[in-house]
């Protein structure tokens, strides 16, 4: 099995930015859709993959290593593309070659060559060349220096040479500012720009490149001179030749162009909704990270490119304008048209920039020389009160821990009521989802909780991200695990009430799940394609980011992590770093005999964690660590040793913090001598280290008889820590199922949150794994085991409305396990609460923790699901909305499961936005999971048209529907659905992660059915 993905699904943990795809989503703050990089057969003309020459250009050496990675490297040194071996020059049938004069006496073919008749000739005289003996263009041939690296220049769509061969920028030509003038249109859809961009040449070039998509380029000038633009549709780039060099200095380069709204959720696109009368309205935001500022406006598209930004919207004026900066003026046309400027920028990133047009209605207040602002719509306005409590607390928090005021004089947090990615941290402009922000009379403190840490991540963005912004999305951890350790961080000491610390505690669970297959990926890693770009915003980059910074923290003493980030941010304030500026700032400041970065490196440059096993034999304790790696099939990482802070206490001294203490492992083996005897040694206290610990024997005896005298000789954190390293262990075959239920024992004592739902968790993992294979006996013997260990909590639940965080927590889970399985008490309760709130006409309320298990059970009857058919529609509270398409998602009703499929992916009666929460609801249940596979497998093209290859969506899409497979028969189906995709995804991440996944669970069917069969 493989209690390992993505889906934490039964348990309502709170969720960050994205939390929107599943219901204890991954991610944040997710670019959009895009319909863009339509890496088709045609566009591949030199797909990387293909190419192992290109790989061997760059030393023998490296063959062994990843293709990928070193196509990836070539780009990113800046190779130009060479030759590929004679089997490939069909591919490159859409390139011609710029010869070096003076090699292979191949005639020459300028570059400044236009024309379809001269190209001809130059393609001729190539394939003519290619079959010369002696002098191919492979390894072996041309045997000259250089004669390895030919420029291959793609074709632009006028057919002429696209001067430039790369997909990253050259860095000869910086932007200093941008004058931005927009005229949407939202009757027709389309919109008129024009962009003046005042560019600096640092070294002498004949060419300028910058990005541009999908837009009509009606007129370009440099310098008050007209210039022919080209583009290369492909890598979304233009080109501007000059017959001369540019000489260093600045000057200026108009464009005017047209451009459709994006029909996806990036770029500049529409978004509409339907108000409390019934009225369509429509409004037009913007959605930039990662790639699609090119979108809206040409641009050097690069994170690294910091500019600053003067926009003007002009705009009918019924509607109100938003971007980044305030607004300085407005100017009325005699056409009836209004048009707002905004202030010059600050410097900043084209990812950051962002403009809305719409009828939105807001509350402010000034907080520290701050407005602060929450935007809806007109019928949600009262629902922005407790954003704006949040965000004022918050910003506070913030200005005063980082010790640098917010720059901006004004900050607007907007719920767009369409909107694909859970928020997006715009300079001076956050978006949300409405759900993300909206805090409605009957939200539960659950809900609020997810405002609170989306806020809370968004706002710590504006200083790690946007003052400072990660150089190249390799390194996007550092904008988004800072961000997410930061809204953990905050909330713990603005919110105490939010019991923050059991959600973290989750998200570092799940990011080890994440982390244990072969799939995964270093934190700080290579990416060059779109794609690659994409799948950076995952659990790596966030969770484990977030995680392996609070380790830091916590072996770092006296403030000095605080200290290293005020000390970093004010060093590199407005530009951009790596991961090793930040470990530097770090290391200045440590007062320890620590090398922050030598030890940080071994958790940023590895994939995956180490599994450290403890023995020990009376006062000696031997350690040693090892790569935890789930599936070592394949596995290309053998060898890494992490510089692995440990800590420990024993059972003279485990709960206050002072009782902790630290061994540095950084060998593989280490010997650590007690001072005296002890009973019990218990490693990685309180969970804020990342990685796994095994005891011998006695170690997990002794712990296990501890627990059994007294849970409180650990801190919670501990216990739940014990469940979740003991599950993993058997997953990884270290321990016996039988071991695991030995521990599991203890239970019926526990009484705190974060064990009790790590238990539940997983074990629903393997109940569903069992489910899904038809295991009914087995089924039905975990139903049992559930129900002896967990059965008498389950009744003690109250269904009163609750305040206390944790307690909601745990009833939420509790109960909707339980009426899953289907307890009569359960599900009898929830019918009540459903009738009661139907027959009040929604005034009696259902607790808003309840309203899924509640919706869940009521969506199974006809009359129950056409009733929250009706609530989805109408209401106007968004996490009732929420709630109410999961209930609809679980039917058990085939018809419906489809019916509901096809609507949220045309986006008709349902919002596309939801598409993979639908999908993942119904792949949790029997009716429907094998629908939904061959429902997504059906309508591949449709969906990655409206999400991208690589992205979030996609990536929780392909985790439902494969993740609970564990036969062969389906990992073979699995497998050749995904290598029938081709360019349409074959390459992806996820896709390795899936089958992974699904060996992962065969493997543990093989070898623990038979000990479920006798122990269960
Ligand atoms: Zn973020």
Partial sequence: MDAFESERAPLPRNMIENSMFEEEPDVVDLAKESTSYPIDSDDVVYEPRSSRLLVRGLGENDLDEDEEDYESSARLLGMSFMNRSSNQRSAASSYTRHQPSGLCSMPSAKTTVVGVLLLVVVVSIIMVIYFVPGCTFTRTGCQKANSTMERIYPISTSDELFPWTELRLPSSVHPVHYDISLHPDLKNMTFKGSVSIKVKVLHETKIIVLHSSDMNITKAT????????????????????????????????????????SNSYDGFYNSSYVDINGTKRVLAATQFEPLAARKAFPCFDEPAFKSTFRIKITRESKYISLSNMPKVKTTDFKNGLQEDEFKESDTMSTYLVAFIVAEFSSYSRNVSDTTVSVYAIPDKKEQVHYALDSAEKLLKFYNNFFEIDYPLSKLDLVAIPDFLAGAMENWGLITFRETTLLVGNNSSPLDKQLVT?????????????????????????????????????????????????????????????????????????????????????????????????????????????????????????????????????????????????????????????????????????????????????????????????LTYVNDSCSVLSSCKQVFHLKDKTAILKLPGEV???????????????????????????????????????????????????????????????????????????APLTEALFQLDQIYRLLDKRSELNLVSRMTSYIDSHFGSLMESQSWELETSVSKITLRSALLEMACSLNRLNCTTQAKQLFDQWVHSNKTSPIPSDLMRTVFKVAAQTDDGWDVLLNTYKHSIYDSEKHKTLEGLASTQDVRKILWIMKKSLDGSEIQTQDFPLVIHTICRNFAGYLYAWDFVKENWEKITQKFPLGSFPIQSIIMSTTSQFSTKAHLMEAQNFFSSLGAKGSQMRIVQEATETIKQNMRWMENNLSTLRYWL
Avoid: C
């Fill in 679 to 753: 009973k019990w040694l218990k490693f990685n206290l309180r969970n804020d280290g990342f990685y796994i610990v095994h005891y011998d024997m006695e170690g997990w005896k002794a712990l296990i008889d501890a627990l059994n005298g007294d849970i409180n000789v650990l801190p919670y954190e501990d216990r739940a820590a014990l469940i979740n390293n003991i599950f993993a262990l058997s997953r990884l075959g270290r321990v016996s199922f039988r071991q695991v239920l030995n521990l599991m024992d203890y239970i019926r004592n526990e009484n705190e949150t």
């Fill in 453 to 645: 840490s989306v806020i809370a991540h968004e706002l710590a963005h504006q200083w790690f991200g946007n003052l400072v912004t990660m150089r190249w999305w390799n390194d996007l951890w550092l904008n988004e695990g800072f961000a997410t350790y930061m809204q953990y961080m905050s909330i713990k000491y603005v919110f105490p009430d939010l019991d923050i610390g059991t959600e973290f505690l989750n998200v570092r669970f799940k990011a080890l799940a994440k982390d244990a297959l072969n799939s995964s990926h270093p934190v700080s890693t290579v990416v060059s394609t779109p794609e690659q770009v994409e799948e950076m915003f995952d659990s790596v980059s966030y969770e484990k980011g977030a995680s392996i910074l609070l380790m830091l923290n916590a072996t770092l003493t006296n403030g000095e992590f605080r200290k290293g980030v005020i000390e970093y941010l004010l060093k590199y304030n407005r530009s951009n770093t790596e991961s090793e500026d930040l470990w530097n700032s770090l290391s200045q400041v440590s007062k320890q005999n620590l090398s922050v970065s030598e030890m940080m490196n071994t958790w940023t440059v590895h994939k995956g964690f180490p599994l450290v096993t403890v023995k020990r034999n009376g006062t000696q304790v031997t350690l040693s660590q090892e790569h935890f790696l789930l599936n070592a099939e394949n596995s290309t990482d053998y060898s890494s040793l992490w510089h692995v802070p």
């Fill in 222 to 261: 440099f310098q008050d001179e007209v210039v022919h633009v080209l583009e290369y549709k492909p890598w979304q780039q233009i080109a501007i030749k000059f017959p001369e060099d540019l000489k260093k200095g600045l000057y200026v380069l108009n464009i005017n162009y047209t451009a459709n709204f």
